[in-house]
Nanobody, 120 residues
């Protein structure tokens, strides 16, 4: 009943920018921490950035200063502005969120992923 859908991935040259979006839909009572994770080719999924419901953010060291995470608590959306992209940022990017439905504990959800490819 809850779904996360990412959009905004694509192919960009090194040094370029992309903006990813994630929209949560369904029977949502409250969204807690939201985040972006990525899985580079041949590697395990890794943390990129998180944002709490009050706006506290955390970033992976390698993206600090280049990526900015944001959220809209009214629209139940999250964004990731990615600037100064590098080839090593190439990965499938996943949206993640802890979401509760009314009278239920929170559940962790994942989106289907969106491909980001940075060419050198």
């Amino acid at each position: 009943q809850v779904q996360l859908v990412e959009s905004g991935g694509g192919l960009v040259q090194s040094g370029g920018s992309l903006r990813l979006s994630c929209a949560a839909s369904g029977s949502i009572f409250r969204i807690y921490t939201m985040g972006w994770y990525r899985q580079p080719p041949g590697k395990q999924r890794e943390f990129v950035a998180t944002i709490t419901s009050d706006g506290t953010t955390k970033y992976r060291n390698s993206v600090t200063g280049r990526f900015t995470i944001s959220r809209d608590n009214v629209k139940n959306t999250m964004g990731l502005q990615m600037n100064s992209l590098k080839p090593e940022d190439t990965a499938v990017y996943y949206c993640n969120a802890d979401i509760s439905q009314r009278l239920s504990p929170s559940v962790n959800y994942w989106g289907q992923g969106t491909q980001v490819t940075v060419s050198s």
